[in-house]
């Protein structure tokens, strides 16, 4: 079953992948603070409103061509949207990793950021390829453990 797009943008796309089930949030190249944010609000929402219908419900990040994260946007994930991510239900954050140096620091910076969060939990793991990325948080939803 392919992934369905639900949002297409130049710098990135949400895709909802049934199998999983779970949002993918694919990045296409360097996003600015406006169109990052737009993109990672308008995917929660997506979030939301699909959660409504499916459950459980995951979200992956496909970083492959991710470019640098500004520290103001990553200390907007990590104060603003990680916690609305939580209320959501989001609780498994599945990577799959980036190419490129700048993508991967910024990737490193989010996974320390979130782990080290006090006021939510959100367990984040890397992948090199999209099925195993897409395998993991399957496991996570599905597992004996999942909930």
């Given at each position: ?67 640098a994260v ?24 599945s990577f ?11 990737v490193q ?39």
């Amino acid at each position: 079953m392919p992934d369905r797009i639900l949002i297409t943008e130049t710098y990135g796309s949400m895709l909802l992948a049934p199998e999983v089930p779970c949002l993918i949030v694919q990045w296409h190249s360097f996003a600015n603070r406006q169109q990052f944010q737009s993109l990672m609000d308008r995917g929660l929402a997506l979030y939301i409103e699909e959660s409504h219908r499916t459950r459980p419900l995951g979200w992956l990040a496909d970083t492959r061509l991710v470019s640098a994260v500004t520290p103001d946007d990553q200390h907007w994930l990590r104060t603003d949207w990680n916690p609305r991510a939580h209320a959501a239900g989001i609780r498994h954050v599945s990577f799959v990793s980036p190419e490129s140096v700048f993508g991967q620091m910024s990737v490193q910076g989010y996974t320390a950021n979130t782990a080290n969060a006090d006021a939510y939990t959100i367990e984040v793991v890397h992948y090199r390829t999209l099925p195993e990325a897409k395998h993991w948080l399957q496991q996570a939803l599905h597992g004996p453990a999942a909930g």
